[in-house]
């Protein structure tokens, strides 16, 4: 997620004692008495950990997790509560004090120590029942009624100070991050308008080509960004809204990269090196990270973090395809044969060490400071290994001490590099709005050559 220049710790300003006192509520751990007491031998670094017990790295995760905010990039808990079938959109029904069906509620985001959340207010691209603007407000409104419901666990975050405010008093900060440019209709109005409804981030495309955008898992149309395309990152820029590069094609990484004068992140994203999807980054975009200063987040999704369940995903859609031109016009022959194929040739697991090889990656490629998560929850059926819910968090950064990850590698991963990113767009846009206005321009003109 986040980047990038500085690596010095948010924390310093204050002792480690009052940071602790500070910060407890995040778990609901009763604070020492502030009275003085006997000096106390400091927890030891997590590289002398690394042979450690599980138990012994999850209680420094832990302690480092009261020190700094874990941050997720992306949670689709909006869309679950929207496609639930006994109460769809009933956010007083769907009570996320109890254990809920999905990935997501209220303990087990404490057990996961979760300091802030983008919360995804996705909608498909394929919708076509009244245009997008519609759903896209609605999915807005559930995000802001769930937070809004539960004022002593969630505070609404409009900025990276926001998110340090709402976790020192023990809350979860809660942004909001839109999948997807279709929903601006190909309008800079629209992209203000979702901006001051408290919008954060936007990817660029969910999985259909735009008019100005390619998506990874579309057909190339445009080589990468058009002209109004470009014009989208920089009023993004202007605006201080985080260009979110996952789902997007490598030419319009590249292109967003060559445009924006702000760090971007990947909210969901995974490393192409390890497991060649199409919805992962490349080697040759992870190298410019450095420069830009933005921040993959990698995602939980078991077919962009372990090779082997993407080749299993992608032979069984080679199988379907034989299979129904084999039996055309016979559905009960078509789903005995699908069937059969599955159970000779069971899904692979991918685990916790699947998604730990892709941050060593793009820690490799990129550098420490240029990694994040980005779990999916609630947007995915299936789960890795080790992974499976909001409770988990703690579990992949005790993997990284066992690999060696430092004490600052793992707080800049948990949070500090993505709200070290938001931060800078939030520089970078006071600089630009001071610079230029509000863009008028439009796809007609910029695209289609047509003069107003």
């Not at 601006?184 to 979702?194: P, T, V």
């Not at 892709?358 to 080790?386: C, F, N, P, S, W």
Request: charged share 25%; aromatic share 6%.
């Amino acid at each position: 997620m986040l980047t990038q220049r500085t690596k010095g710790s948010p924390v310093t300003r204050h002792s480690q004692r009052a940071t602790l006192l500070l910060f407890a509520g995040v778990l609901g751990i009763a604070p020492a008495s502030a009275t003085a007491q006997p000096a106390r031998k400091p927890a030891p670094p997590a590289q002398s950990l690394q042979a450690a017990s599980l138990d012994a790295r999850l209680a420094h995760v832990r302690r480092l997790l009261r020190l700094s905010p874990l941050v997720d990039g992306h949670n689709d808990l909006p869309w679950a509560l929207r496609e639930e079938k006994e109460t769809p959109r009933d956010v007083e029904a769907y009570n996320l004090r109890r254990q809920t069906r999905g990935m997501t509620d209220i303990a087990r985001l404490r057990q996961g120590q979760v300091g802030g959340q983008f919360w995804s207010v996705y909608i498909p691209g394929e919708i076509r029942d009244s245009g997008y603007a519609r759903v896209q407000l609605e999915q807005i409104d559930i995000a802001k009624r769930v937070i809004a419901k539960y004022p002593d666990v969630f505070q609404p975050a409009l900025t990276a100070a926001d998110v340090r405010k709402a976790y020192a008093a023990g809350k979860i900060g809660s942004l909001l991050g839109m999948e997807g440019g279709h929903a601006i209709e190909n309008s800079l109005g629209a992209l203000r308008a979702y901006y001051d409804l408290g919008v954060r981030y936007m990817t660029l495309t969910h999985n259909v080509t735009l008019d100005w955008a390619d998506a990874a898992n579309d057909k190339a149309t445009h080589r990468g960004l058009t002209t109004f395309g470009r014009e989208v990152v920089r009023e993004m820029n202007r605006l201080g809204m985080l260009v979110d590069l996952s789902h997007v094609s490598p030419a319009v990484m590249s292109d967003a990269l060559g445009t924006t004068e702000a760090p971007v992140i990947f909210s969901h994203s995974s490393a192409r090196a390890i497991t060649d999807v199409p919805r992962n980054v490349p080697d040759s975009i992870l190298a410019k990270l450095p420069k830009n200063g933005g921040v993959v987040m990698v995602t939980f999704v078991p077919g962009f973090v372990s090779q082997r369940v993407a080749s299993h995903s992608a032979a069984l859609t080679a199988v379907r395809d034989s299979i129904t031109k084999r039996y055309p016009n016979d559905n009960d022959a078509q789903f005995r044969a699908v069937a059969a194929w599955r159970e000779a040739n069971p899904v692979p697991v991918a685990t916790i060490a699947d998604v730990a090889d892709h941050l060593d990656h793009i820690r490799k490629v990129a550098g420490a400071a240029h990694v994040g998560m980005g779990g999916d929850y609630d947007g995915i059926t299936e789960t890795v290994q080790g992974l499976e819910d909001v409770s988990t968090y703690p579990n992949l950064l005790a993997e990284l001490v066992k690999r060696g990850w430092t004490d600052a590698e793992l707080r800049g991963l948990a949070g500090e590099n993505v709200l070290r990113v938001l931060t800078r767009a939030e520089t970078v846009a006071s600089r630009l709005r001071k610079a230029r206005p509000a863009s008028t321009k439009t796809i007609e003109q910029l695209d289609r050559r047509i003069t107003p």
